[in-house]
T-cell receptor, first 114, second 110 residues
Framework: GAVVSQHPSRVICKSGTSVKIECRSL??????MFWYRQFPKQSLMLMAT?????????EQGVEKDKFLINHASLTLSTLTVTSAHPEDSSFYIC??????????FGPGTRLTVL | EDKVVQSPLSLVVHEGDTVTLNCSYE??????LLWYKQEKKAPTFLFML????IEKKSGRLSSILDKKELFSILNITATQTGDSAVYLC??????????FGTGTRLTIIP
């Protein structure tokens, strides 16, 4: 079946540094990918919709200059957390949509900012 | 490789019917199983299950986990058109990784 991978699975960084998270659709092309952040009590917050070849669409309240999203190809979207701070520590999950409108989630990336 | 399988893939029922959605899993180091309702883009958390045989209930929705047989069901009674959504099941494992199923698309016909 279709698989979505994320890299890295876990990252620890110092406050003020930038961290890039990759989301790849391994065996299908995805014109649309979504980035989520998981909050306590397992709620998922949609951060942005990543569209191949165009600018990402950010949800209200998400700083686009802080969370840079690039969807350079039909199989890769990246989320860069710039100047990370401890409050950015979270679990970031991506998902990709197939042409048949089925959504596949990545395994998530645990970011810890010290 | 951790795997979560949901069935059916889609379901169309009439308002007032009761539905049962299934989620089976094969994972190492199970921690919890979660159910979400996804209407537009962001999934809304419904339940988290960690123990076998204990039913969690919220209004017309209920869910139970069987850790021996490695599955969970989500029941919705007296369905309403507002229940139409994709219902996602996810399993959290020991390293905090979440593995999602592809969801069941539920459509309620008035």
């Amino acid at each position: 079946g279709a698989v979505v991978s994320q890299h890295p699975s876990r990252v620890i960084c110092k406050s003020g540094t930038s961290v890039k998270i990759e989301c790849r659709s391994l065996d299908f092309q995805a014109t649309t990918m979504f980035w989520y952040r998981q909050f306590p009590k397992q709620s998922l917050m949609l951060m942005a919709t990543s569209n191949e070849g165009s600018k990402a669409t950010y949800e209200q309240g998400v700083e686009k200059d802080k969370f840079l999203i690039n969807h350079a190809s039909l199989t890769l979207s990246t989320l860069t957390v710039t100047s990370a701070h401890p409050e950015d520590s979270s679990f970031y999950i991506c998902s990709a949509i197939t042409l048949a409108d089925t959504q596949y989630f990545g395994p998530g990336t645990r970011l810890t900012v010290l | 490789e951790d795997k979560v399988v949901q069935s059916p893939l889609s379901l169309v029922v009439h308002e007032g019917d009761t539905v049962t959605l299934n989620c089976s899993y094969e994972v190492t180091n199970f921690r919890s199983l979660l159910w979400y309702k996804q209407e537009k883009k962001a999934p809304t958390f419904l339940f988290m299950l960690t123990s076998s045989g204990i039913e969690k209930k919220s209004g017309r929705l209920s869910s139970i986990l069987d850790k021996k047989e490695l599955f969970s069901i989500l029941n919705i009674t007296a369905t309403q058109t507002g229940d139409s959504a994709v219902y996602l099941c996810a399993v959290e494992v020991g390293n905090e990784k979440l593995t999602f199923g592809t969801g069941t698309r539920l459509t309620i016909i008035p």
